[in-house]
């Protein structure tokens, strides 16, 4: 049975730093591509980050220069460095990943109910 189970949200005040970790079972990250969404309530399904297979990173635009993506493969573990942390981060994280490039929309109307495999979630909370 595949599995992603994400850990290391929680609350923190604006400018906190957070790190979710996501462990994969079942399946290898090394032919995927792992990659970071958020959904706060009323909003849309958000790509934060991803990672390709070749290394090479994509972040969204409000995250960028303060949220780090990084996967070890020893551990198949992805992770997701969250730093200057905003009240706007606050939603449900979930880590997602696939091999199918196509997939990967920048948003979605609702998290794991598009194709691929996704994590449980875990909520990030930022305060002004």
């Known amino acids: 049975e595949v599995q992603l189970v994400e850990s290391g949200g929680g609350s923190v005040q604006a400018g906190g730093s957070l790190r979710l970790s996501c462990t994969a079972s079942?399946?290898?990250?090394?032919?995927?591509?792992m990659g970071w969404y958020r959904q706060a309530p009323g909003n849309e399904c958000e790509l934060v980050s991803l990672?390709?297979?070749?290394?090479?990173?994509y972040y969204t635009d409000s995250v960028k220069g303060r949220f780090t993506i990084s996967q070890d493969n020893a551990r198949n573990t992805g992770y997701l460095q969250m730093n200057s942390l905003k009240p706007g981060d606050t939603s449900v994280y979930y880590c997602?990943?696939?091999?199918?490039?196509?997939?990967?929309?920048?948003?979605?109307?609702?998290?794991?109910?598009?194709?691929?495999?996704w994590g449980q979630g875990t909520q990030v909370t930022v305060s002004s």
């Open positions: 990672i390709r297979r070749d290394g090479t990173t």
């Open positions: 997602r990943a696939d091999s199918r490039p196509w997939i990967w929309s920048g948003r979605l109307t609702h998290c794991r109910t598009a194709l691929g495999y």
């Open positions: 079942g399946f290898t990250f090394d032919d995927s591509i």
